[in-house]
């Protein structure tokens, strides 16, 4: 079992700037991708960013060139700094981390992250 904490949600002005932040705990094998998902409300939940442990990123089409995703020096945290925040942004963001090998994924609870115009 693998346990998500999200943090790092909440209010801010189009053109701001928020970090998030993603804790796992558990069973983490050596081989897995961990990244930033995010839902509005009506609309299907979509990849922001994720980053894989050999390195390799992924970003959303419309995060690109404003949203970077990091991981932490112990592994087993991964960050998303999102910069020039537009309405559009608005969303809950889960934290997802997914096990090729086992074919396994578990989800965070979500961190609301609302952008006003």
């Known amino acids: 079992q693998v346990q998500l904490v999200e943090s790092g949600g909440g209010l801010v002005q189009a053109g701001g700037s928020l970090r998030l932040s993603c804790v796992a705990s558990?069973?983490?094998?050596?081989?897995?991708?961990m990244g930033w998902y995010r839902q509005a409300p009506g609309n299907q939940r979509e990849l922001v960013a994720d980053?894989?442990?050999?390195?390799?990123?992924n970003y959303g089409e419309s995060v690109k060139c404003r949203f970077t995703i990091s991981r932490g020096n112990a592994k087993n945290t991964v960050y998303l700094q999102m910069n020039s925040l537009k309405p559009e942004d608005t969303a809950v963001y889960y934290c997802?981390?997914?096990?090729?090998?086992?074919?396994?994924?578990?989800w965070g609870q979500g961190t609301q992250v609302t952008v006003s115009s």
């Open positions: 980053i894989a442990s050999v390195g390799v990123i």
């Open positions: 558990g069973t983490i094998f050596s081989i897995y991708t």
């Open positions: 997802k981390i997914f096990f090729p090998r086992a074919a396994t994924s578990y």
